[in-house]
C-alpha cells in the first residue's frame, strides 16, 4: 500500500494520499475482474440510479461510471426526472433487483420530498446493496457479520491502517453521526478495536474530547469546522468534508470540515480534501460491486 507523501510546507503530517492509494485498490479490483470475466465469463454490473438534477449528485454520478468502465465493470445508469414518483421508482428497483446483469444498486441521495429514501433503500436486494444501507447490511454491521459496508466509512478506515494498520486500542473520535458516514465508520472502528466517540451537535467541549483524539474522523459537513489546536499532536486525521467556499478572486475551492493548514502542523497523518477520502469512496464502490456479483454468483474473487 501507498502511505503517503511527506509534505514540503513546514508542516509535521504525513499527508495520506488517498488519490494513488484509491488508484492502487482500482487497479486490483480491475485484476479481479479480469479474471473472473476469463474464469467464470461474469461481468460485474452497477445500476445507478439519479432522480433530479442535483448539480452535485451529477458530478458522483459521472465520476462513478467512469471509474466502472476503467474497472472492466458494466455501468447501468437510470436518470429520471425530479417529478418522478415513489412507485414508479420502486417499480425500477424490482426489475433490478431481478435483473441478472446487475451485481449492485445505488440509489444516489437525497431524494426528493416525494419519495421516501427509507422505503426505496429497504426495496434494494441486500445483496445488491453496494451501499451497505439496507437494514440488513446495517444490522450484519452492527453485529461484527460479513456484510456489504458503507464505501465513505470503508475507504475512511482503510486510509487510517495505511498509516497504522492496527487501530485497537486507539482512541478515536467520529465527529458526525449520519447513518451515511458517522454511524457506520464507528461500527467499523469498533470492529477495529479501537475505543469509539461519537459527538455531534449538542455534544459539549468538543474540542476537549478531540484533544483526546489518536484517530480523529471529521464528517459534519462545516467548513474548516475542526481548527488545529483541536488536534493531539501525532494524531491521524481523516476529513470526509466537502465544502465549497468563497475564494480569492472570485472563485469557489473546497476545502473540508478540518481546517487543513493548521491541523497538518499538529497531526501525524492526515487526507486532504480533494484527494483524500474522496477518491476512496468510489474506489470501495468497485470493490463492493465486485464482492456483491462474487456472492451472487458463488465465486470467490481471487485477492480480495
Ligand atoms: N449521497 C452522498 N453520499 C452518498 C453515498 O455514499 N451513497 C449514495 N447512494 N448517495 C450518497
Known amino acids: 500500500m501507498v502511505v503517503g507523501r511527506k509534505n514540503g510546507r513546514g508542516m509535521t503530517a504525513t499527508i495520506i494520499d488517498g488519490k494513488s492509494i484509491a488508484a492502487e485498490l482500482r487497479g486490483k479490483v480491475a485484476a479481479d475482474v479480469a479474471r473472473l470475466k476469463r474464469d467464470h465469463g461474469l461481468t460485474p454490473g452497477l445500476a445507478v440510479v439519479l432522480v433530479g ?21 458494466a455501468p447501468f445508469d437510470h436518470k429520471l426526472p425530479e417529478s418522478t414518483g415513489e412507485a414508479e421508482l420502486l417499480a425500477l428497483i424490482d426489475r433490478l433487483n431481478a435483473d441478472k446483469a446487475v451485481s449492485g444498486i445505488l440509489v444516489q441521495l437525497p431524494l426528493p420530498p416525494q419519495i421516501d429514501a427509507q422505503k426505496v433503500i429497504a426495496a434494494i436486494d441486500p445483496m445488491k446493496d453496494v451501499d451497505g444501507f439496507h437494514p440488513v447490511n446495517v444490522g450484519r454491521l452492527s453485529l461484527g457479520l460479513p456484510s456489504l459496508v458503507p464505501c465513505t466509512p470503508y475507504g475512511c478506515v482503510m486510509l487510517a491502517k495505511t498509516v497504522k494498520p492496527s487501530l485497537a486500542g486507539l482512541d478515536a473520535l467520529v465527529i458526525g453521526r449520519s447513518n451515511i458516514v458517522g454511524k457506520p465508520v464507528a461500527q467499523l472502528l469498533l470492529a477495529e478495536n479501537a475505543t469509539v466517540t461519537v459527538a455531534h451537535s449538542k455534544t ?59 491541523a497538518a502542523r499538529v497531526a501525524g497523518a492526515i487526507t486532504p480534501v480533494p484527494g483524500g477520502v474522496g477518491p476512496m469512496t468510489i474506489a470501495c464502490l468497485m470493490l463492493n460491486t465486485l464482492r456483491a456479483a462474487c456472492a451472487l454468483n458463488g465465486v470467490k474473487a481471487a485477492s480480495l
Open 53 to 73: 438534477q442535483n448539480p452535485a449528485s451529477e458530478v458522483y454520478v459521472r465520476s462513478k461510471a467512469k471509474a466502472l468502465v476503467e474497472a472492466g465493470m
Open 204 to 262: 459539549r467541549d468538543l474540542a476537549a474530547l478531540a484533544r483526546r483524539a489518536d484517530l480523529l474522523i471529521a464528517a459534519i459537513g462545516k467548513a474548516e469546522f475542526v481548527r488545529g489546536d483541536w488536534i493531539k499532536p501525532g494524531a491521524i486525521v481523516i476529513d470526509v468534508g466537502i465544502n465549497r467556499i468563497d475564494g480569492e478572486g472570485g472563485k469557489s475551492r473546497i476545502v473540508g470540515d478540518v481546517a487543513f493548514g493548521e
